[in-house]
């Protein structure tokens, strides 16, 4: 019996995840990833708190964070999570970028495509990779969040219950903040012969795009709601938000990972193996 | 009379303007191997890419076991080797052919026995959990066409199964092939037209994007003459043709290459020409290589009548 498209997606999906738990490139990556969290957790997010703690009640603090920018840092009420909020929200979307850049390009080069398309739809295929890696930065996600609380509770064991509140809503913010970037990555990978190049393009539609989009607004206002396409567009805003009010902008990833996989699913069904 | 297998009507493509594949028409019936021939650049490759739904073609329908190319109900039935196709770096073989099983449907266990099966009917059992990168060339086509043999289905495409193996390597391909074609049909893409001579009942020819068919059994049988193909050990053609024509029944001699001589007879005057050449070739104290009913494949497919 051919298994259904759910089957073969989870599949698939299972596959990819695999290959980032169970091959060298995969567990190169996750070294380096636990590194880089490691210097975050104990320099800046452990530092900072300490700092903020100090600050976060006295008038003078309070005016020095507005004038810098992370006013919003104030706003959490566990600190820790504060920086790792605003560490994450540049640095996971990077890492997408980067890890998620070859979903299909260089096996679609290898001809590797070719035998699994002989098995499965490539609807499958599409969404298959899209759900692992997906799946795989919820996983990071989740690792890094737990670390970071297990760092607050080290200080202070009562704050437990909040940070997984505060926790909790982070990783919801964080999964849905990536899912456009990877849908991004995903209708680039199908398109170019490369991770470089697909890489290369990203950057081109950040900082490009945005670029002309501003230059044409200028002209036409009614463009800049352009802008709302561009993955990412609503990062700088979601910084200034905490805990749960992170979700109010959920719906312009949601928006945009529509449209993006929707492309992407496009492209695939045309593009020649 | 089998079901078609593969209906294609009206097939066209091209790439930038060229065209690869014009208005193709043909059907495939299950059974023996279907040989697959034309010169580089003919569309042979870009005619199974269409039929595994790797592209699309321009214009015309095409369907294997009533299904357009790339359908989910295909899943299991057909599979192919792509030419050049290579297995994921990242993966073991082992963990491939495992994968690709399940996604055709099966269950852990009978995954796990198909991929040692597939593995054992290509002789590579030993190299279950070796990287593609660890195989040899040999190695890896065959590795690739285990992972066609998954599932057993019923229609197996290869392009260029034995494209730069060894003997020994294209040996082992065709045992297999030979041994499978009696649940499986094959349709073989390849150069090697000894090879296909060996394998297959029927050719497709395909040059400049335009295909026709030949069976190979039935066409000399219908003709007034007969041919017969004498590969000789190095001689003098001249002397090998003069001596030859003189053998009543012979109406013409050629020499394609060297040592090698396709010889036209009337089967009605001399039934057993074979013995009447081997005699001359005793008489006149020469060396032969091979006598063989018939032209050889290539030359009925690219120089018959030229």
Redesign the interface.
Known sequence: ???SFLK?TS??CQ?EL??FFA???GLLYMITFAFIWYLILFYPIRFSSDFLGQQQNTPEGNSFFQFIGFGSLLNWRIPELGVYWHFSLVIFPLLTVVTSADQTCS?RN???L?????????GSLFFGRFSGIMLTQAILILASLLSTVALIAFRDTTLLPVAFNSASAIFLSLVIALLPFTAMMAALSATVQSARQATSWAILIWTFLAWIISIFSAYLPALNSLKLLIPGYQISNLSQLAEWQTLQLAYIPLLQTIILLSIGRWIIH?Q?? | MNAPIIKCHNLSHSYSGKTALSNISFTCESGEPIGLVGPNGAGKSTLLNILCGFMRSASGDVTLFGHKPGASALSGRVSALPQDAQLDPAFSIGEQLYFYARLQGLSTQQAKHETSRVLEAVALKDVLKEKPSALSHGMAKRAAIAQALIGKPKLILLDEPTAGLDPVNMRKIRTIITELSLVTTFIISSHDLAELGRLCQQILLLDKGIMSTMQLNASENNKPTRFLTLQMEPCSAPDVQAKFNSIAGISRVSNPQKNEFIIEYNPEIQPSMDLNIITCINDNNWQYRQLSQGKTLEEKLFFDGK
């Open positions: 019996m051919i298994p073969h599949l698939i596959f695999k290959r091959t060298r490139k096996d290898r001809g590797t070719r035998f699994v398309c002989l098995r499965v739809s490539r045309r020649s193996l």
